[in-house]
């Protein structure tokens, strides 16, 4: 039997999905569009997560990204009051085309040079295991303090936030 | 061969402890270590002279750990031992020493220490030097806890991929002083150069002991060394075999894995359908039978074949896309849907090994995956461009979000109480009968039981908190639009995910497909009790379903300020009240009869409960005369 490189033929169409969902989240007219293309973007990754086997950031990524962040943007989206027609919502900018080409080109660059310079180490494990176990082990372990520090800045935010949101309704009224 | 080796030690301490008399200062010495190879519960004895008797000694080992496919880490790890006579000093070898050589739970491997051990008595007075002395060169050889069998399958499948690499075919069996023995080498292989042949006994691979194809793994980059006895010659050599090249292998074999799901996922769709169709019946007569009607009884025995009818009838019926709706969404939400409940079906535990993938992340993939649902629900509703649509999508996206949190942390204190996200290993946690399961363990797991059933009704979008679909205010919400066969794949997921609640609540809480009476070794043994199994699960999973059709028609549907009312100020301070309650009770983690006992009074409680609820039903069915005809065939 020819031996398929399955991982690659994986890869490739993960990296296919992931890249092809990125250009219509960036080109889409339709701000839904957009946001809904970012699914593919977001599995695609995780995909992609899955394929370096790490099976715990795979499942957290699809957990946080899409059954939050994605759906709090589509929630946003369907608030707008600004998308007047559900067919163009996403009008490209007149002004600022050359600001934007510039900035993006020098991005491009910084990062492609940044890919190619950096050596990226191979994983010095043999075997494909899971991982939840040892991030686990390692989250309480050796990194507890930053993980508690950042669940404490999280908790800061949500804190933050309902202070800002408390005010507007307070402020509401009186308008 | 062991005797000989204390005997050996014995001879060699009592000739030196006759001379260290003469000689004057009291100095200790350390001779050997034995045995060479232990595991947790063993004693390990250093072997030296003129130990002080009686007293404490610290053991300190210094040297390098050797693991499988892992770099070769230093460690420094100091334990407690006794002099039990002036030669020898016992160490009892725990299962805390186990994890400190081998490493910590799934990452725990076989071992191989090789360095120093320095045994060192504290000084017997104030200001007085500790006696020391030390051994170059000890091997120590650990063994971990059993690993679990996936574990142990998937380290020795990469040993033999290992081992095919260099061009070496391992014999099955393996003697049982250790090693591996060499079947076949390869002509012309890095193995063949390398001098490698045929009948040769592996001992040692990077210095790790062999015992089994599961140590194979070789961990440096370039070179593999290999030490191996060949034919009876005492002596052990050394081959170096260049492993240029040998990399990781993704996790498993991807192309097996690739068949392997695609028939799993035929399969589950082929059980998918007709349990979600079958459902729509139960549903449906239930519901006749509350509201004292008669429900289908028409096509097939009872009506049972209704859901076929159904479906061929919404196949034949005219597909309607919006002409102002975003059609390319709209075509879109259906599959969303559907891909979301039927992708939650891979890790539905239905047996031992009727389960299509045993994720070491199970029950949170479940929570990851049911999450396109709301995405396909939120731009149904949005790219139907009608007013009732969209407030659905809003509504349904708010209810989610909100009632994600509460479920969230209480399948996090079963994860808690258990330690594994693996359903197969949550169900282990529990047993067969009703008081061993996660639901009667303790009343924090039952508060925790009831409220992930409702965060689970709440995502699920039933009764009563069906708010976006709410057929008497807004026309059944997303699906006002929808027609023909997007409406079905709508409701079919919906169905589906009915069954997809109840089968995780099922496993999480009611001890899974575990026979009440049997271990798990023994349904393991025999292929009807394993079917037994997945009958005893399909049964917990369609009495939890019969609650929810049950719920749906006895309940009115709650408002959007109730809804958002339970969920932030009732759930979510219970949840976080019931997460520390649980950690408690795993800090307490009380042992066997207690636990049992805790165990029987809950379901006792619960049964009296069950039994006054059935009684005061037939009291008042009596007082109010009412006409109803308990048996449910018509």
Same mark, same amino acid.
């Given at each position: 039997m020819a031996r398929v490189d399955f991982a690659g033929v994986a890869f490739a169409v993960l990296a296919l999905l992931t890249l092809g969902s990125a250009a219509i989240v960036a080109f889409a007219r339709n701000v839904m569009h957009s946001a809904v293309a970012l699914l593919?973007? !977001?599995?695609?990754?995780?995909?992609?997560y899955v394929l370096l086997s790490a099976d715990f950031l795979a499942a957290a990524q699809v957990l946080v990204y899409v059954g939050g962040t994605l759906i709090l943007f589509l929630f946003a989206a369907m608030l707008t009051a600004r998308i007047e027609h559900a067919e163009t919502s996403n009008e490209p900018l007149a002004t600022g085309r050359k600001a934007a080409a510039f900035v993006t080109i020098l991005l491009a660059f910084a990062l492609v040079t940044?890919?190619?310079?950096?050596?990226?180490p191979l994983e010095e494990k043999t075997v494909a295991l899971?991982?939840?176990?040892?991030?686990?082990?390692? !989250?309480?372990?050796?990194?507890?303090?930053?993980?508690?520090?950042?669940?404490?800045?999280?908790? $800061?935010? $949500?804190?933050?936030?309902?202070?800002?949101?408390?005010?507007?309704?307070?402020?509401?009224?009186?308008? | 061969m062991r005797v000989a080796v204390r005997l050996l030690a014995l001879v060699v301490v009592l000739l030196a402890s006759s001379c260290a008399r003469d000689v004057g200062?009291?100095? &200790?010495?350390?001779?050997?270590?034995?045995?060479?190879?232990?595991?947790?519960?063993?004693?390990?004895?250093v072997l030296g002279v003129s130990f002080p008797q009686g007293k404490h000694a610290k053991v300190t080992f210094r040297g390098q750990l050797h693991r499988p496919g892992e770099k070769p880490d230093t460690a420094e790890i100091a334990v407690d031992g006794d002099a039990t006579?002036?030669?020898?000093?016992? &160490?009892?070898?725990?299962?805390? &020493?186990?994890?400190?050589f081998c490493g910590v739970a799934e990452s725990s491997a076989h071992t191989t220490f090789e360095g120093d051990i320095e045994v060192s008595f504290p000084a017997a007075t104030a200001g007085a030097p500790a006696v020391n002395a030390t051994l170059h060169a000890v091997t120590?050889?650990?063994? *971990?806890?059993?690993?679990?069998?996936?574990?142990?399958?998937?380290?020795? &499948?990469?040993?033999?991929?290992?081992?095919?690499?260099v061009g070496i075919k391992a014999a099955k069996t393996s003697p049982p002083s250790g090693g591996i023995v060499v079947e076949s080498v390869e002509p012309g292989s890095r193995a063949d150069k390398a001098g490698i042949q045929t009948n040769d006994l592996l001992t040692s691979l990077d210095k790790l002991r062999l015992t089994s194809l599961a140590d194979a793994i070789p961990s440096g980059k370039h070179l593999a060394t290999f030490t191996l006895r060949r034919g009876t010659a005492p002596a052990e050599l050394t081959r170096e075999v260049p492993i240029d090249g040998y990399r990781a292998s993704p996790p498993a074999d991807l192309y097996g894995a690739a068949i392997l799901v695609g028939i799993a996922a035929a399969v589950l769709l082929l059980f998918m359908a007709p349990t979600a169709g079958f459902l729509t019946w139960v549903e449906r007569r239930v519901a006749g039978r509350m509201q004292s009607r008669i429900g289908p009884n028409r096509a097939g025995p009872q009506g049972m074949l209704i859901w076929v009818a159904d479906g061929i009838k919404m196949l034949l019926k005219e597909d309607v896309i919006p002409k102002a709706g975003d059609s390319k969404l709209f075509r879109l939400a259906p599959y969303l849907v559907f891909t979301g409940v039927s992708a939650a079906f891979v890790v539905m535990p239905f047996g031992q090994y009727l389960i299509a993938a045993d994720l070491d992340v199970g029950i949170l993939y479940v929570l990851a995956v049911t999450s396109l649902v709301t995405i396909g629900l939120l731009s149904g509703g949005w790219a139907s461009n009608s007013k009732y649509s969209l407030l659905n999508g809003i509504r349904s996206a708010a209810q989610i979000i909100s009632y994600e949190v509460p479920g969230a942390i209480a399948v996090a204190c079963i994860v808690m109480m258990t330690g594994s996200l693996r359903l197969q290993e949550i169900i282990h946690a529990?047993?067969?009968?009703?008081?061993?399961?996660?639901?009667?363990?303790? *009343?924090?797991?039952?508060?925790?039981?009831?409220?992930?059933?409702?965060?689970?009704?709440?995502?699920?979008?039933?009764a009563p908190f069906d708010l976006p679909e709410a057929e008497s205010e807004l026309v059944t919400g997303y699906a006002t639009e929808y027609s023909g066969t997007r409406y079905l794949f709508f409701f079919f997921a919906e169905w589906a995910n009915v069954f997809v609640m109840c089968g995780i609540a099922a496993a999480l809480f009611m001890g899974g497909w575990q026979v009440p009476g049997l271990s798990t070794g023994a349904q393991e043994a025999h292929?009807?009790?394993? $079917?037994?199994?997945?009958?005893?699960f399909l049964a917990k999973a369609w009495v939890l379903i019969f609650v929810v059709i049950w719920i749906r028609w006895t309940w009115p549907r709650v408002r959007v300020d109730q809804m958002m009312t339970l969920c932030w100020k009732w759930l979510v301070p219970m949840a976080f009240a019931a997460f520390a309650l649980c950690a408690g009770w795993v800090v307490w983690s009380p042992g066997r009869t207690v636990q049992t006992a805790i165990g029987v009074a809950m379901f006792a409680v619960f049964c009296v409960g069950l039994a006054r609820f059935a009684q005061r039903i037939r009291y008042n069915l009596r007082a109010t005369h009412a006409d109803v005809r308990l048996n449910p065939f018509l």
């Open positions: 593919g973007t !977001l599995c695609g990754v995780a995909g992609l940044i890919a190619l310079d950096t050596i990226w899971p991982s939840t176990a040892k991030l686990g082990h390692a !989250l309480l372990g050796a990194y507890v303090l930053p993980f508690e520090l950042a669940s404490l800045v999280l908790l $800061m935010a $949500m804190v933050g936030a309902l202070v800002i949101a408390r005010r507007a309704v307070k402020a509401g009224p009186t308008e | 200062p009291q100095l &200790i010495e350390v001779v050997d270590l034995a045995p060479h190879e232990v595991e947790a519960g063993d004693h390990v004895e006579s002036s030669t020898q000093i016992a &160490i009892d070898f725990t299962e805390g &020493i186990q994890q400190l120590l050889d650990v063994r *971990p806890p059993t690993p679990r069998r996936a574990l142990l399958d998937a380290r020795k &499948i990469e040993g033999e991929r290992a081992l095919a690499y529990q047993g067969g009968w009703p008081w061993e399961w996660f639901l009667f363990k303790n *009343p924090v797991t039952f508060a925790l039981f009831c409220l992930y059933f409702t965060t689970a009704l709440a995502e699920g979008n039933r292929f009807g009790l394993q $079917m037994l199994g997945a009958l005893v």
